[in-house]
């Protein structure tokens, strides 16, 4: 299992912001090609993707992931170089280190492990990995989904590296995830001077009220599963840049994570009444990101819990809270999805890190879920 460490160093020297994937997935194909996988890159547009398998028969357990990061963000600010891994009192530091390099070479490692444990296992071990998770998500993980759908390739369970855990390594599982729709409105008004209200019409004035009421809308109440849907803006824009100028439109961009007590079209539609009622001259545009998804709590789930227990001594609790993930889109070809990675504390910011102790753990959580769930063959 120490051969994840050195793998995840490596992976973090190749500098794969998306859509770069800065020859990561050719390095895995190359050990997984040793392995005895088929390994078949799926380029879309400026996005790597690779598709790898082991085996022809059931039940096929496939490992998820994404080779690309997000930007560093200010490099005098990180204490050691993002694409130089750096090993500091126990820790992986670099871009990706948690998110999500380090489950990748896990995966890798628990797979290479397994085949030489037991070369005639039965089912199939598969790996989909993308460079396009972090950012549109158009022509990575969907587009292979996709690919296999046409050839009529299903999964029966999944696992998905993403950072799941809150606290410690193992002690929270991604069951499901959340609906993510945002929206862009645009009020128009009457520009004009500010001595002079009455020739002009605020439009930041007039959109007050209904955006006191979306705020304090309660849009769902959740279930056992959810948590009820959250509405939320993240950029208002209006006005000149001058302070005697009265602004002619306001744009706001707003989002909804969402719980499947609501449909997308449920909130368009209560979104657009309530800005109706205010007698508003708008216009209003949408994107939808992602529809919640809720994966059974079957034999992955109650196998992955009992690992993670074993491994760590945590309990596992099952969740859909956080981001959207790719898991949304692997879940229309699989029985089942589980996320399951390191602590998600240190993603996307500023020194970036992971346990090193937590990379070996996660190489003995996936040994021990293939041993679970292909048997040797009799």
């Known amino acids: ?60 357990l496939c490992f998820a992931g994404h080779t690309d990061v997000v930007p560093t963000g200010p490099l005098s600010e990180w204490h050691s170089d993002p694409f130089t ?26 797979a290479e492990a397994f085949v030489k444990e037991r070369p005639a296992h039965e089912g199939s071990i598969a790996f989909l990995l993308t460079s396009d998770e972090e950012g549109p998500a158009l022509d990575g993980t969907v587009k292979v989904v996709e690919t296999l759908q046409r050839r009529g390739e299903t999964m029966d369970y999944c696992v998905v590296g993403e950072p799941t855990s809150v606290d410690a390594l193992g002690d929270t599982l991604k069951n499901g995830r959340r609906g993510s729709l945002s929206g862009r409105l645009t009020v128009r008004g009457i520009q004009g001077h500010v001595a002079y209200p009455h020739l002009a019409r605020n439009p ?8 006191a009421e979306l705020a304090k809308t309660q849009w769902d109440k959740g279930n056992d599963s959810f948590p ?23 744009e706001v961009d707003f989002n909804f994570r969402f719980s499947t007590e609501s449909t997308d079209a449920s909130l368009t539609q209560r979104v657009e009444a309530i800005l109706k009622k205010h007698g508003l001259d708008y216009s209003l545009s949408w994107v939808l990101g992602a529809r919640p998804f809720l994966s059974a709590r079957g034999k992955l789930a109650q196998t992955l819990t009992d690992i993670c227990k074993r491994h760590t001594g945590h309990s596992a609790e099952l969740s859909t809270t956080g981001g959207t993930s790719d898991a949304r889109f692997i879940i229309e070809i699989s029985a089942e999805v589980l996320e399951l990675g390191p602590v998600n504390a240190s993603i996307h910011q500023l020194n970036e890190h992971i346990e090193v102790a937590a990379i070996e753990q996660l190489s003995g959580i996936y040994l021990d879920t293939l041993r679970a769930l292909l048997p040797a063959s009799s």
Not at 91 to 110: E, H, N, Q, T, W
Not at 234 to 244: D, K, L, W
């Open 85 to 110: 891994p750096t090993l500091r009192d126990g820790k992986l530091y670099g871009r990706g280190a948690a998110d999500m390099k380090s489950s990748i070479a896990a995966f890798v490692v628990a």
């Open 228 to 250: 009820s849907t959250t509405w939320q803006v993240s950029n208002i824009h209006a006005g000149t840049g001058v302070g005697n100028v009265i602004p002619g439109n306001v």
């Open 204 to 211: 930041v004035h007039q959109l007050a009220p209904a955006l």
């Open 1 to 60: 299992m120490q051969g994840a460490l050195e793998l995840a160093q490596e992976l973090i020297r190749r500098r794969s912001v998306t859509p770069e994937d800065a020859g990561c997935q050719d390095l895995i194909a190359a050990r997984l090609a040793v392995a005895g996988f088929k390994c078949e890159p799926m380029r879309f547009g400026d996005v790597s993707n690779l598709w790898a398998r082991r085996g022809t028969g059931r039940p096929l």
